[in-house]
């Protein structure tokens, strides 16, 4: 499936490694990252909103999607830094020095690594409905963890995450889809099948991501922390209150890494891009004119 009105590319962006872009309007450039258990479809309302008058970039990130999915070799291949390098080269490699990245779920933690890592050339950074890696280990404890089961189990040694989710993928991946979805009738069935077919082809790439946020992106967050680097750009962050059940303030963690700082609590869902794509589009907007 396809964005309508935008032109696909595969742009080449590490030694072996091709990213899936669908690439629409003009003026300047948006980059939008997509989440778990998700594609750059998610987008497809938003992005054709900011298309209007935006140069719109939207991925499939490495590993998932009709992007490569290099094998594991290494803590390197699926780290939230290789991910953003990819993301900067991208842009570049379609013309862009400078851009706007909003990210959703997995897509936000490589949006943040790309802030800390190229604040030169990232302009404004939108985060929805996730934590930064190092902050999100910190407050998952205790029996309200158990709503991040997966979490923990993809974070275990390469062999047996993979069998056991290969084993059922689409209950897997579908119970997602349905637990975190607030208005089912946002994801239609056509749009939820490209999910879970996705999904279901790219299951230890999808696993090495997440293997990566309990070990190398951890490393990574604490080693920022550490040196006192936060996001230099104009942050916005739209967030369920999750804060209210797992017993942490969501704005204050943010605040810790950006200063410049808008951070809404809304009623929407996780997918909250294909369940509320107007007030998402109009956040990002806002973003944009800071």
Not at 34 to 40: A, L
Not at 152 to 161: E, H, S, T, W
Not at 227 to 256: I, K, S
Not at 260 to 268: C, E, K
Request: net charge negative; with cysteine; aromatic share 8%.
């Amino acid at each position: 499936m396809k964005i309508e009105g935008f032109d696909y590319r595969r742009v080449p962006v590490a030694p072996g490694v091709s990213l899936n872009a669908a690439v629409a309007g003009s003026g300047s450039p948006v980059v939008l990252l997509h989440g778990f258990p998700q594609t750059h479809l998610m987008w497809r309302h938003v992005a054709a909103d900011l298309a209007a008058d935006h140069t719109v970039i939207v991925p499939d990130l490495r590993g998932y999607g009709a992007s490569d999915k290099p094998a594991e070799d290494g803590p390197d291949t699926y780290s939230k830094r290789t991910m953003a390098a990819d993301v900067v080269a991208l842009a570049r490699a379609l013309g862009h020095e400078r851009f706007a990245l909003a990210g959703h779920d997995r897509g936000a933690l490589v949006a943040v690594r790309a802030g800390l890592d190229h604040p030169e050339v990232i302009t404004h950074l939108a985060s929805l409905d996730v934590l930064p890696t190092l902050d999100m280990w910190d407050v998952m404890r205790g029996t309200t963890a158990a709503v991040g089961f997966h979490l923990f189990l993809m974070a275990q040694p390469p062999g047996l995450p993979e069998r056991m989710i290969s084993a059922g993928a689409d209950a897997f991946f579908g119970h997602f889809l349905d637990l975190w979805t607030g208005d089912p009738a946002a994801i239609p069935e056509d749009v939820r099948a490209e999910y879970l077919r996705a999904c279901r082809e790219a299951v230890p790439s999808i696993v090495a991501d997440y293997r990566a946020s309990a070990g190398i992106d951890v490393e990574h967050d604490r080693a920022d922390r550490e040196a006192g680097n936060r996001l230099r750009m104009p942050v916005t962050v739209l967030q369920q209150d999750w804060g209210a059940a797992l017993g942490y303030d969501a704005e204050a963690l943010w605040r810790a890494w950006a200063p410049d700082l808008r951070h809404q609590t809304v009623s929407w869902g996780h997918f909250m891009a294909e369940e509320a794509p107007a007030d998402v589009a109009g956040a990002l907007r806002d973003l944009l004119a800071r």
